[in-house]
């Protein structure tokens, strides 16, 4: 799986982050991609430039995906409620029954019509 493996990735970059700030000598808390920009040389830093931007790109697109994925499922589950409502509501009353009868409990219904 996708997200299994990207876990994996981080770990392996987590150290080789440490590892190269400490070469840098810049803080262990300043391991943003911006930071190692600076740091860099101007070859390096144009490239790491290129890479932040390209991965911008990629966080706004999936972030307008997750939005669209939010508002289809949402569309989804309303539909669905209002088809789960549909289907168990019950029948207006009648106006007229036989004598002795209830009309609501002629028509009542559920999912499941039957008798136990």
Same mark, same amino acid.
């Given at each position: 799986?996708? =997200? =299994?493996?990207?876990?994996k $990735?981080? !770990?392996l970059r987590q150290p080789l982050i440490k590892e190269l700030a400490a070469a840098l000598g810049m803080?262990?808390?300043?391991?943003?991609?911006s930071a190692f920009i600076n740091h860099a040389d101007?070859? =390096?830093s144009a490239k790491l430039t290129v890479i932040r931007e390209q991965f911008t790109g990629i966080t706004d697109? $999936?972030?307008q995906l997750n939005k669209l994925n939010e508002r289809l499922i949402?569309?989804? $589950?309303d539909y669905i409620s209002y088809?789960?409502?549909?289907?168990?509501?019950t029948m207006a009353e009648s106006t007229y029954v036989p !004598?002795?009868?209830?009309?609501?409990?002629?028509n009542r219904r559920s999912i499941l019509d039957t008798k136990a």
């Open positions: 799986m996708l =997200i =299994i493996e990207a876990g $990735l981080e !770990k803080a262990s808390g300043q391991t943003a991609l101007s070859q =390096i697109e $999936l972030a949402q569309q989804s $589950l088809n789960i409502n549909v289907l168990s509501q !004598k002795g009868q209830n009309g609501e409990d002629r």
